[in-house]
């Protein structure tokens, strides 16, 4: 069979959990696939467990400079030989029937112009164990199209976008790209860092189609304390690209994008000041009741909260001493 999907790994010093998601790719069943590995100049044995796992099942290329996380991104896309590409995480797992559920949506669901198919996920750890949803956010859609489990929900051009509203409920292991519209869009933008698959997802939902295969979920996303996630909590860089983001689209639903984004400086706030970071919590906290101010009835309600980010607001130096005295305990 000719294959209508190219797996693509974008790698960069993947060697502790690249053979797992090899694994998982290669006991796909009943789906044709190319496989492809994009190398982002790793010194560690990346490719050399690649090699070892996949042997000339897949097509390795590598350059001579560090691209990046987008523009490897944008690289899996270009080397692709395929109509459809999955770009899929190195420390990711796919679970059994996951490409089959997506070629199904692509053939099944030509006359939508599908730019995109996506279906749910959920998150292990570093050793693979289930990290609970209240944790880390799977993402995903409800089943609000009226799809039942099994079923491929549909959204026309332009409808999918709604879904995107309030953040990136897509994890990219889970979705399958359309090569066409990936170029039509001028592909991920290399210029953001932490947004920039959102970004991706809406400029091609705008344009193009877009299938939810409800079900179970069939890709396992890895949270660990190396991921972009954790180094981001340190500074605002990431919220503040997100509002750049939610600005730069009118079609998105701007209310709803400034309460999510209110409520996520909150927590950033929380977390910093936990940390002693008082002045990084002090700015979030200020971003978030300007973004949002019905959150400051969300704080008042809580006495524990309301404390604590009144004492911060009001007394960092308080804070600073307060919170310095209980990290050292």
């Known amino acids: 069979m000719t294959p209508t999907i190219t797996v693509a790994i974008p790698t960069y010093n993947g060697e502790r959990h690249i053979a797992e998601a ?69 420390d990711d797992v796919m679970r059994p029937g996951h490409l089959r559920d997506h070629l199904d949506a692509i053939e099944r669901e030509r ?68 090569k066409r519209a990936h170029e039509i869009v001028s592909g991920f933008d290399s210029s953001l860092r932490y947004v920039v698959d959102w970004d991706f ?10 299938a939810w295969c409800n079900g179970p979920p069939t890709v396992s996303v ?18 503040e690209e997100s509002e750049r983001i939610a600005a730069k689209f009118p079609i998105l639903d701007h209310r709803t994008c400034r309460r999510k984004l209110g409520r996520a400086y909150l927590n950033r706030a929380h977390d910093a000041l936990h940390a002693g970071r008082i002045e990084l919590a002090r700015e979030a906290l200020g971003r978030s009741v300007r973004l949002a101010p019905s959150l400051v009835a969300t704080i008042l309600a809580d006495p524990r909260l309301a404390a604590q980010m009144s004492v911060l607001a009001l007394a960092p130096g308080v804070a600073r001493r307060w919170f310095s005295s209980v990290r050292n305990d």
Not at 52 to 70: F, K, N, P, Q, Y
Not at 201 to 210: K, L, Y
Not at 222 to 239: G, I, M, V, Y
């Open 22 to 90: 090899l694994r998982g790719i290669l006991t796909q069943e009943d789906a044709a696939f190319d496989l492809l590995v994009c190398d982002d100049s790793s010194d560690d044995r990346t490719l050399e467990r690649v090699r070892a796992e996949a042997g000339d099942r897949a097509r390795i290329v590598t350059g001579s400079e560090r691209l990046g996380l987008a523009a490897n991104w944008n690289r899996c896309m270009a080397e692709s030989r395929t109509p459809w590409v999955a770009i899929f995480h190195q």
């Open 111 to 178: 006359p939508y112009a599908l730019g995109l198919i996506a279906g749910p996920a959920d998150v292990v750890d570093e050793s693979g164990k289930p990290v609970a949803a209240d944790v880390v956010d799977p993402g995903g859609v409800p089943d609000s199209t009226g799809a039942g489990p099994g079923r491929i929900g549909l959204y026309q051009p332009g409808g999918f976008v709604r879904s995107l509203a309030s953040g990136n409920i897509l994890r990219c292991s889970a979705v399958t790209t359309n």
């Open 201 to 210: 997802w809406i400029r091609v939902a705008e344009r193009f189609g877009v």
């Open 222 to 239: 890895r949270w660990h304390p190396d991921s972009e996630t954790h180094r981001f909590k340190a500074t605002l860089e990431d919220l």
